[in-house]
Structure formats: structure tokens, C-alpha cells
């Protein structure tokens, strides 16, 4: 069986956790700098810091090198697919209790979407913005405030999977069938040629693969959709041969915050506030 991928190839780099408080050895821990991260002997309660996450300031942008450090979270999530966790912010306490709880738990979902973005099960996931209402430092210093401002993984329980959906399409009487079909970001596909001649699978213009066959085998042909978007395909030769793999994000885009608009307020909490009530309300 033939395989390719459609999209961007991710490189993963493994980056350490700080430890948990209270981790014992051989009980969940952090892997040492450059060790894999493991959650094997961790259980519901649990909870890791993770301290490569780091976004700009007064923002819920994610910088560049936490993306990396997720990339790694996500590959540790995807192997252990029925783990529950919540995505918790955590801030210092400058500013108000209002602003730092919105910019936490905005902090907490741009975390949250990113891990779905790149293969997680969104059902695995539950972001949790705390503001500066649980700090592990003081506050009263530089030092402790950097601590303070912190995302944490926390196992919540077991996740309890649903049925597969269908990843197949059947080429029989010249036909694809179904002739669309929706599956989420970072699926693989598979063509099974039923026919008992060869067909192309293409995609808008594109050359794609050749499924040969000998008379009712069923050969297949395998692509990994890495990306959300719709693809048409189709059969160079016979035309009725044809279909569309529509690619799904696991969850909807959403705006994060870039900065206040004025103080206490976050750009999008601003803006629902404002729908409800004028300010000063």
C-alpha cells in the first residue's frame, strides 16, 4: 500500500517540564532536559508546570519556541489518547482580578487550540483561566511573579473514546464512494480500488498516485491530510471517478487578545462587555 502526506511535516523537539510539587520517584515527574516526556504513572490529580510555554506580553500570542515545546505535549497526548487534562493560566497580580482571570484563561484556550491544531483530541482537553488567585510564589518580588505566571497540565480523569468513523473510500463501477467524506485534521485516507482496472487518484491538477490492480484485489492508496481545507480529486482517465475529502479543524477559530484596550479589559472582553452594558456599569 502506497503512502504520502498532504501538508506540513512537523519536527518535533523535546524540551523538559518543571517537576510537580510533591513528585516522588518513580511517581509522575518531568523527564529530565533532552528525555521524552512521559505521563506513564501519572493519574488524576496530578499536575505538571510547563514552563517552556511562554506567550507575549499582556497577550495570549503564543511565542514561537512554545509552539515547539507543545508540539511535544501534543505527540504525548495523541499516545495516550484516553487521558482527560485541563490546560490551566496562571498570572501575577498586576493588574485587576477581572483582566487577569480573562488574560488566564484566554492564555489557557490559544494553549488549548494550539495542542487541537496539531492532532489532539479536543474532548481531551478543558481550559481553566485562574488569574492570580493560586500563586506557588510571592508575588512582592520580580522572581516570584515569573513563577507565578505559569500554564499547568493537570490530569482530570479518563476519557472514554467513541467509535472510529469511517476513513475509506471504495472505488467500485467507476464510481468513489462515498463521494465526500469529512474527517478531521491529520487523518489518513485510503482509496480501495474494487474495479478491475486502474485508476488515478489526482488532486486539482496535481498528479497524484496510480492504484493498479488485478481483477478484484482491492489495492489501496493511503494520503495524510496534515491541514483543514476541501480537496477534489478525480480520475484522470475515467471521470466518474471523482470526490472531494473535506478537512476539518477540531474546534472553531477564535480571536485571542493582542493587548487592553483599556486597563482591566482585554480586547475581546471589551467587546462583550460593551454589547451588554456601557462601561462603568
Partial sequence: MKKARLGTVLTFVILAMSPS????????????????????????GDSLILREVHFDNDSAKLRPESKIFLDQVARELKQNPTIKVAIEGHTDNNASYDYNMNLSQNRANAARFYLVSVGVNPDQLVPKGYGFTQPIADNATADGRALNRRVELELVGTLVLAPAKPTKVYISTFHAKPQQLEVPVGTEVTWVNYDEISHDISFDGLMGSRIWTSPWLGNSYSLKFDQAGTYNYRCSVHKDVNGKIVVKPSVAEYVTTESPVYGGQTTSSYKAKQTREPYGG
Wanted: hydrophobic share 30%.
Fill in 21 to 44: 510539587v510533591g513528585a516522588e520517584e518513580g511517581t509522575c515527574k518531568s523527564p529530565a532536559p533532552g528525555m521524552p516526556l512521559e505521563l506513564d504513572g501519572c493519574k488524576a
